[in-house]
């Protein structure tokens, strides 16, 4: 049974830091590429950042460029979002999501993942 589970959400104040945690069952986990999507009330679901298999290379929408970071544990088959700085406008529900041998390094569209987890919700008040 594959599964992805998110922790770490919860309610912060505009400049305050979470530390989102996705622990995977999918094995062998280094030949997924690991990504962060959000999805806000109202609005479709949008990337955030993604690392590639090793863990060698990230990448990151213009507007957590600088305040998140996403990492990879592969012996614990975990994959971190660091979020610093937090604003009201990061509010959402927060997914990992997994995608298996990818054809590119570490994709942006949703549409490549193969997996997802449930979500987690973060909520930055003003």
């Known amino acids: 049974q594959v599964a992805l589970v998110e922790s770490g959400g919860g309610l912060v104040q505009a400049g305050g830091s979470l530390r989102l945690s996705c622990a995977a069952s999918?094995?062998?986990?280094?030949?997924?590429?690991m990504g962060w999507f959000r999805q806000a009330p109202g609005k479709e679901r949008e990337f955030v950042a993604v690392?590639?298999?090793?863990?060698?290379?990230?990448n990151y929408a213009d507007s957590v460029k600088g305040r998140f970071t996403i990492s990879r544990d592969n012996s614990k088959s975990t994959v971190y979002l660091q979020m610093n700085t937090l604003k009201p406008e990061d509010t959402a529900v927060y997914y990992c999501a997994a995608d298996r041998l990818p054809t590119t390094d570490a994709s942006r569209d949703a549409r490549e993942y193969d997996y997802w987890g449930q979500g987690t919700q973060v909520t930055v008040s003003s």
């Open positions: 690392i590639n298999r090793s863990g060698s290379s990230t």
């Open positions: 999918i094995r062998p986990f280094t030949w997924y590429a």
